[in-house]
């Protein structure tokens, strides 16, 4: 091999180049691939570092080598990675003259990698590409697309805080493609980075809108609906969770999911017993099973002023322990809120698991958060829960009289409009049912037979 490195250093600049690309294919002949790759080696040190080849000519040797490389002419890929990756190292000192070659080597290694599962080395390798250099700048729309594919390998190893820093950058990009399948994976890509970060309710939202994709395979549109579902459970109780779950109830698709149980007593605001969240939580993934720490202001407050908990045999949590822990709690104390008018601190710990001072600082934190309409009487130690200001529907339209506009006396006293409304809707309530019974008959066939 030197003794012919040394007859073409010898020769015309004109006839280096036929000269080179003619041992190149010599070398990739042989039968013998372990040689063949040291042979390589030499010769692609020998055109990229020797002055008296030039760059013109080592550009020609390379661009042959990347395209034998990509049709497969090395068969074993274990060979053809190494190869790449020497040939890598050896272009490193001189990345800008052959910054093309390099970027192509790197696409070519990055696919290797991916096929091994290797999929945060396959990013880096995707990383070291030039995307704005001077002397070749590509397209946004490429940029857009290798942005993305890093985003992906990148999160398939769970690494959200890098993937959203890429994510950040394609963002600025993703007005540059028209593509569809390219548009439908940058969204997929917020929704997972949405759904590793914990931000949950934004992640369901992506993860339904998606479901509805035509574009997408039906198996992979029932497994999004099916994300929507775990996130919208683990989002923060609220308002704004209560109208995702709205949405993903009133979908219809949500019937065949294994976890329709939970969503519908979620919806309909029923207490979750432990069971049920035990079948749930085996179908949650790792990052979703995280534990979660307890600021030492809640820790503390949570074990103030438990003076009954000690006499008693209530629980001494201070706190949910992971994600589901805490979305759950959260979602009995707002369920709690539409069957009780008031509870006590005591009673809300028996409810949620927890000691009375951590559930009066959950609750607590949920009302300062707008998440729970109410009131923490700390001298009775209750909390009263607001629910008076939503009016049935119905009360106004109950025995057929239509929209009509009612008037209440105002007593200023809180408690007694509460009691005034139920008295209301439960009298409405009863009136449209006798109704019903009426137009069927069933009330008069009751008269007579008595």
């Not at 080597?105 to 999929?119: I, T, V």
């Not at 590409?129 to 990148?154: A, E």
């Not at 219809?252 to 979750?272: C, G, P, V």
């Not at 085996?282 to 534990?291: E, I, M, S, V």
Request: charged content about 25%; proline content about 2%; some cysteine.
């Amino acid at each position: 091999m030197d003794a012919k490195l040394s007859h073409l250093a010898a020769l015309s600049q004109k006839d280096k180049t036929a000269g080179y690309l003619a041992l190149l294919s010599d070398v990739l002949a042989q039968s013998n691939q372990g040689s063949a790759t040291n042979d390589l080696q030499l010769l692609v040190d020998t055109v990229v570092n020797q002055e008296s080849v030039g760059f013109v000519v080592g550009r020609q040797v390379l661009t042959e080598l990347v395209k034998s490389l990509s049709i497969g002419t090395i068969a074993d890929r274990d060979l053809r990675k190494r190869i790449i990756q020497d040939t890598l190292n050896v272009l490193q000192p001189r990345t800008v003259i052959y910054e093309e070659q390099v970027n192509a080597l790197r696409f070519q290694l990055a696919d290797l990698l991916e096929a091994e599962e290797e999929w945060t080395e396959a990013a880096r390798v995707l990383m070291g590409i030039s995307l704005d250099s001077g002397s070749r700048s590509l397209p946004d729309d490429d940029k857009f697309r290798i942005y993305i594919r890093i985003i992906r390998l990148l999160l398939e190893d769970e690494d959200s805080v890098q993937a959203e820093t890429y994510y950040n950058r394609a963002a600025s990009l993703s007005n540059s493609t028209a593509d569809r399948e390219t548009l439908l994976q940058f969204k997929l890509c917020q929704a997972r980075i949405n759904d590793y970060s914990r931000k949950f309710l934004e992640a369901a939202t992506r993860y339904h809108e998606l479901s509805w994709a035509a574009d997408i395979d039906e198996e992979e549109r029932k497994e999004l609906l099916s994300s929507a579902v775990t996130c919208a459970v683990l989002a923060p109780a609220g308002p704004n969770r209560s109208r995702v779950l709205a949405s993903l109830y009133r979908d219809e698709r949500s019937s065949e999911l294994q976890t329709y149980n939970i969503l519908s007593k979620m919806f309909l605001d029923h207490i979750l017993r432990p069971g049920e969240i035990k079948s749930f939580e085996q179908t949650l993934k790792p990052h979703q099973l995280a534990r979660i720490a307890i600021s030492s202001n809640d820790r503390l407050a949570s074990t103030v002023d438990d003076e009954e908990s000690s006499l008693t045999n209530a629980s001494k949590r201070t706190g949910p322990s992971t994600v589901l822990d805490r979305a759950v709690m959260e979602h009995n104390l707002l369920a709690s809120s539409k069957i009780y008018n008031n509870i006590t601190f005591r009673g809300l710990g028996a409810l949620l698991d927890l000691s009375p001072g951590a559930a009066e600082t959950m609750a607590r934190k949920m009302i300062e958060q707008g998440r729970l309409k109410g009131s923490i009487d700390q001298v009775d130690k209750l909390i009263w829960f607001d629910g008076g200001k939503e009016e049935d529907d119905a009360q106004g339209k109950a025995g057929g009289l239509g929209d009509v506009e009612q008037t209440t006396e105002d007593t200023g006293a809180p408690l007694t409009k509460r009691w005034d409304m139920q008295i209301r809707i439960t009298a409405a309530n009863v009136e449209a049912i006798v109704q019903h019974l009426a137009v069927k008959g069933l009330v008069a066939a009751t008269a007579s037979s008595v």
